[in-house]
């Protein structure tokens, strides 16, 4: 059965500090990966998704990902932090829309 | 184009009450999906539908719970006799097409369910 595990509950950075959220998977077939970012008091944004092709994923407000066969990880990456990225970041896997799992959630939390 | 409307963005019900939570999807977007997410947990589909169809009810509990997408109108997640398990953020998500692999997902900002 498929499942994604987010390591750190929880990680504090300084603003302009780099960033990695980790996110390890269990999938029985290629997987397809997502960030998701959830900010509080709004809903979820998708920040990225890995189906195929090139590795390293870019996605939006300069977050980049991963994809690491070998280690089954979807490491999400940021290389400055910015006070607006404090928020809950969810890693999730899924062949489709209705078979998604989502990872516990880590905060981000982003000191001055 | 506003995006996917959940009401009421708090919801407080005793035990043994019905708690109804409504989802606007998108414009233009007949296709609806509902997640739990509990403390310390990670988002937990329950249910996808279409207008008028529920397409997958998997993640769904047995008893108590139930949910409708209209012709018209919003989609609605029923939960009959709340019990405090119950308690929990529930977020609504639309898409344009069918639910396949690529198809973004728009998340509406959820509903906190507390019960006394």
């Known amino acids: 059965a498929q499942s994604v595990t987010q390591p750190d509950i929880h990680i504090t950075v300084s603003e302009g500090a780099s960033l990695e959220l980790r996110c390890n998977y269990s999938?029985?077939?290629?997987?397809?990966l997502f960030w998701y970012v959830q900010s509080p008091g709004q809903g979820l944004q998708l920040l990225l998704k890995y189906f195929s092709g090139d590795t390293l994923v870019q996605g939006i407000k300069g977050f980049e990902a991963e994809f690491k066969r070998s280690q089954s990880s979807f490491n999400l990456r940021k290389p400055s932090v910015h006070w607006s990225d404090a928020a809950e970041y969810f890693c999730a896997v899924g062949a489709g829309n209705n078979d998604m799992r989502f990872g516990a959630g880590t905060r981000l939390t982003v000191k001055p | 184009n506003a995006g996917v409307m959940q009401n009421p963005r708090h919801l407080v019900r005793r035990r043994g009450q019905e708690a109804r939570l409504r989802c606007s999807p998108m414009k233009g977007h007949s296709h609806v999906y509902w997640y739990r997410q509990l403390p310390e947990e990670g988002l937990k589909f329950m249910v996808y539908?279409?207008?008028?169809?529920?397409?997958?009810e998997s993640g769904m509990p047995k008893e108590r719970f139930s949910a409708e997408f209209p012709k018209e109108g919003p989609s609605i997640l029923r939960i009959q006799q709340v019990v405090r398990g119950d308690s929990a953020a529930y977020f609504c998500a639309s898409s344009a097409r069918t639910g396949g692999r690529n198809e973004k997902l728009f998340f509406g900002s959820g509903t906190q369910l507390s019960v006394l």
């Open positions: 999938y029985g077939a290629t997987p397809y």
């Open positions: 539908l279409q207008k008028e169809n529920i397409i997958d």
